[in-house]
């Protein structure tokens, strides 16, 4: 605990955004307040780069027992889309953070983004533009070359705000005209070069429906935005860094209500996976992966899927923290954090995915007939013994299942070895070994198929060793998992992996799908599951014992066909692979 306590005040004096909160505050800036906010634009599912900035914003302001706004940059209705906005509102609940009562949209200011606009154009600061996009690229220069004005840079003031106003009411197509900030063709920085405010977009837009014809840019709307909500700190990441001089011209020439400080940080950069949207969205519509919420994607739809835990994904955000040079992170420290918070939350069950049948021969059997007709047929059924199994062995509060072990049962085909070196400690012709919560049991025959392929053992077990213990002291070497025919039920099962072989997926190669793993998705049928399991929540993850965690599938499981997802091994074997 002290060394957990260590780590967190480390993590806060090594993160330099708080830092310079708690320095504005101390001079009483933004007297004393802290109001943050997160400003997706809601065109696509969030992934865990997102997570790290969600964990950012909220997490600050709860610090500093300020506010967040949770707020969609919604200014280009081509590519939004309200299943988007659904899936932004689940991920941010999912992750443990509450915005308060009120959602807030840049839709709601389009009449004020509108009105600064105005005011820009008679301060002489913005103008209507007819260059054509492919005109205005020529005209922009490069990074060691000046642009060039556009013919209309000094159309009057009065002409500009004609233009305008007839761009609102819809008198000119798509592309005609644009409404461009004045500031300075020669700057070494390309986005000052007149960057465009106001395009033409004759779309419905999902909240606003038909009132507007022309939408504000991203650039102009963010900044002026977090302005009318008052946001005293606008954390970005380093990608919008060259567009801070932007962000406060136009807070400065424009009569806002306040101006935030924009802060930039190192955006989350992860190894064996991919976080631009472009190449995401590759990967979904060119059916490499199963959908957005596919469990192999960084997508916080897809972990949700596979089992992660948002407490595990918040611990991971703190341990990264924050920092302003780019880096690459090691999956593996997620993967950590997932299997520290799981060993203290994830029930333990037993489940076995390639099975193969064991059957006790010594094992009871007791009489079952419906008739008292003497010629009637009597039929053998297996006796079955209930037995008690811990559901965290660490942890007696979380209570214990009962088990059924009878005259059938089914092991790991990995667990038997016919002629098994000196050093295989499981089971083989004549070795004794343990089954959990079970007795000590000793193969004596091994049948096989046509093929030569082992189908079944037959076995015997030892009755005094109830529990797994032996009264004599006999020790055994070998514990093995294990089910019953009777105390299992069927299920399919998806071993899922890193998406990617290379570290870097888009190094040395001109298409980073050439990197795929062609192993990310191993798909097991007829796995055999504790009963325990057929009741299984979507997403609630269990130790598979010995085996890995595993959660119910939320789209594919059912109480007829239940489909588990791995969600992580019990140990890093990419480590190993790495150094090999």
């Given amino acids: 605990m002290e060394d957990d306590n260590i780590k967190e005040e480390n993590n806060r004096k090594n993160n330099f955004i708080k830092s310079i909160i708690n320095e504005d505050i101390q001079k009483g800036k933004n007297s004393g307040k802290v109001i943050t906010r997160f400003p997706p634009e809601p065109n696509g599912f969030l992934h865990i780069g997102h997570a790290k900035s969600i964990c950012l914003n909220f997490g600050v302001a709860q610090e500093f027992k300020g506010k967040c706004n949770l707020r969609f ?23 443990g953070f509450d915005w308060g009562e009120k959602i807030y949209y840049a839709s709601d200011y389009f009449e004020n983004l509108y009105d600064f606009a105005l005011e820009l154009i008679k301060k002489d600061k913005a103008y ?15 990074l060691t070359e000046p642009g060039k004005e556009s013919p209309d840079r000094n159309r009057s003031i009065d002409e500009n705000l004609d233009l305008f106003e007839r761009m609102r009411n819809g008198e000119f197509t798509d592309g005609a005209y644009v409404l461009r900030a004045k500031i300075d063709m020669a700057s070494p920085n390309i986005n000052m070069r007149d960057p465009v405010i106001y395009r033409i977009k004759k779309m419905s837009h ?16 963010h900044g002026l935005s977090d302005s009318l909500e008052g946001i005293t700190h606008s954390l970005c990441t380093l990608e919008f860094q060259d567009h801070r001089p932007l962000y406060d011209w136009l807070l400065d020439e424009v009569t806002a209500p306040c101006h935030p400080q924009q802060i930039e940080f190192a955006r989350m950069n992860l190894n064996y996976t991919v976080m631009s949207k472009r190449k995401l969205q590759k990967l979904v519509e060119n059916n490499h992966v199963d959908g957005w919420d596919d469990p192999r994607l960084p997508t916080i739809a897809g972990i ?13 955000c703190n341990i990264i923290g924050v920092s302003k040079k780019e880096s690459r992170i090691d999956v593996g420290m997620l993967e950590n954090c997932l299997r520290d918070d799981l060993n203290e939350r994830a029930p333990r069950v037993m489940a076995v995915l390639k099975p193969l049948k064991v059957t006790i021969e010594n094992w009871q059997e007791q009489e079952n007939s419906n008739s008292s007709d003497k010629n009637s047929v009597k039929e053998e059924k297996s006796f079955i013994e209930e037995l008690d199994a811990q559901n965290h062995p660490q942890k007696p509060e979380m209570g214990t299942r009962k088990i ?3 005259k059938t049962l089914f092991i790991e085909q990995d667990d038997f070895m016919e002629n098994a070196p000196k050093k295989f400690f499981r089971l083989a012709p004549g070795r004794e070994v343990r089954l959990r919560y079970g007795y000590f049991i000793t193969c004596k025959h091994v049948i096989k198929d046509k093929d030569g392929n082992v189908v079944e053992l037959i076995c015997t077990y030892d009755p005094a060793t109830r529990g797994g213990d032996s009264p004599d002291g006999r020790k055994v070497k070998g514990t093995l998992h294990w089910v ?10 998806n071993l899922y992996d890193r998406l990617f072989m290379a570290e870097d997926p888009e190094a040395e190669t001109d298409d980073f799908t050439k990197n795929l793993n062609p192993e990310s998705l191993v798909r097991l049928e007829g796995c055999r599951v504790e009963k325990y399991l057929a009741d299984a929540a979507p997403e609630k993850a269990y130790q598979f014992e010995r085996l890995g965690y595993f959660c119910a599938d939320s789209r594919e499981s059912s109480k007829e066909h239940l489909v588990f997802n791995r969600t992580v091994t019990l140990r890093d074997t990419w480590a190993k692979v790495s150094q090999q």
């Fill in 73 to 95: 940059d919604d200014t280009n209705p081509a590519k939004e889309d309200q299943k988007y906005i659904d899936s932004i509102i689940s991920d941010v609940k999912w992750l």
């Fill in 128 to 142: 209507v533009c007819s260059l054509t996009g492919e005109e205005m690229r020529q005209y922009r220069g490069t």
């Fill in 206 to 221: 999902p909240r606003t429906k038909d009132k507007w014809c022309i939408y504000p840019m991203y650039d102009f709307t």
């Fill in 304 to 316: 949700r899927r596979r089992g992660y835990t948002p407490e595990a994904m918040r611990n991971f």
């Fill in 404 to 406: 059924i072990f009878s």
């Fill in 484 to 493: 019953s025919s009777e105390g299992s039920v069927p299920a399919t099962v």
